[in-house]
């Protein structure tokens, strides 16, 4: 897989939306909640992504757990689903591919205004996708109201890409070391519309570390329909000076 080799202006990019007319008042839904689909790795001098197993295992663990912890701020009925088998994790796994596919359209076609597609250049266009009512396929969708996607990639720079990185910032043309990438999304479990996303090609915190894992998942719940925002971190220094 090839990742995004030339560097986009951030301050141009949208990072959230919600259904035009969507509205989730809190403690009134009941979420199917999978466990996200998790990829670290490197990316090569030439940008491409090089799976890293141990970062992976690793960096799945302490999403896992951060997750856990930022359950109880969502404000909802929240249904932990069991990791499929079968036919039936075929489902779920090309659903997951799907909604990767698509939370990536939203933010290349709508969340960056120069990119928009003519269906959504006019200022205040709906945000509108689906995944289709296939959706009431995926197990346990039957029994909810909504089904969470959570979708992290994490591409650390390799020492040949910073390499790559600063020769071609020398002649002026830009190109990034290191791709985070992270996508939740709330999908309703009858129609298949996303009703809320928050997405972003260069999120914040090293999954491999415990510490970075809770500020992604802190990033990808930002804003969720209904929850309790995360508590404030305080800084090391406040903590040091109240002693």
Do not use: C
């Amino acid at each position: 897989m090839v990742l995004a080799s030339v560097a986009t202006p951030a301050s141009a990019q949208e990072k959230s939306a919600l259904r035009d007319g969507f509205t989730l008042p809190p403690g009134s839904a009941r979420i199917l909640l999978f466990r996200p689909k998790v990829r670290v790795g490197a990316q090569s001098t030439g940008g491409m992504f090089e799976p890293n197993a141990d970062w992976t295992d690793q960096a799945k663990r302490n999403i896992v757990t951060a997750l856990a912890t930022a359950q109880a701020r969502l404000g909802h009925g929240i249904v932990v689903a069991e990791e499929p088998v079968g036919p039936a994790a075929a489902t779920l796994a090309s659903y997951r591919a799907l909604f990767a596919t698509v939370a990536d359209a939203v933010i290349t076609f709508q969340f960056f205004p120069g990119n928009r597609l003519p269906t959504k250049k006019r200022k205040g266009a709906a945000f509108d996708w689906t995944l289709g009512e296939g959706v009431r396929d995926i197990p346990g969708a039957d029994g909810a109201d909504y089904i969470l996607f959570l979708d992290t990639q994490d591409a650390f720079g390799s020492t040949g890409r910073k390499v790559a990185q600063i020769f071609a910032a020398g002649l002026g043309v830009g190109i990034t070391s290191g791709v985070h990438s992270g996508y939740a999304g709330l999908v309703d479990a009858r129609t298949g519309d996303l009703v809320w996303l928050n997405a972003d090609r260069q999120m914040g915190g090293d999954v491999r570390e415990a510490d970075g894992a809770a500020k992604r998942v802190t990033q990808l719940l930002e804003d969720f329909p209904g929850s309790t925002p995360a508590p404030a971190a305080i800084p090391a220094s406040a903590g040091t000076a109240a002693r």
